[in-house]
């Protein structure tokens, strides 16, 4: 047999990846994957911040997760309040 190529653009694949997680929506696995897809790649940072407290309402415990959507909401979302919040 024959190994086949399949040539996807960088679109295409963020859609799938997209898509995958949203399935595995009560996955913090799923929702980390997404934040980076949101933050890195679609530059979408309401969505990527949605992702991250979904994963943190998965995992309230998950003292990482709460630490970098912190960092998040005051670098890139000038959310001071709110990341204070957090702590």
């Not at 911040?49 to 995992?59: H, M, N, Q, S, T």
Request: hydrophobic content about 45%.
């Amino acid at each position: 047999a024959r190994n086949r190529v399949l040539l996807i653009d960088g679109e295409a694949i963020q859609d799938l990846l997209e898509k995958a997680c949203t399935v595995a929506t009560d996955s913090v696995v799923g929702q980390s994957a997404l934040i980076d897809l949101y933050r890195f790649y679609k530059e979408d940072p309401a969505k990527a911040e949605e992702a991250y407290k979904k994963a943190i309402a998965l995992d309230p415990s998950n003292h990482e997760m709460i630490a970098s959507l912190a960092a998040f909401q005051v670098e890139e979302l000038k959310k001071f309040d709110e990341a204070l919040a957090l702590y």
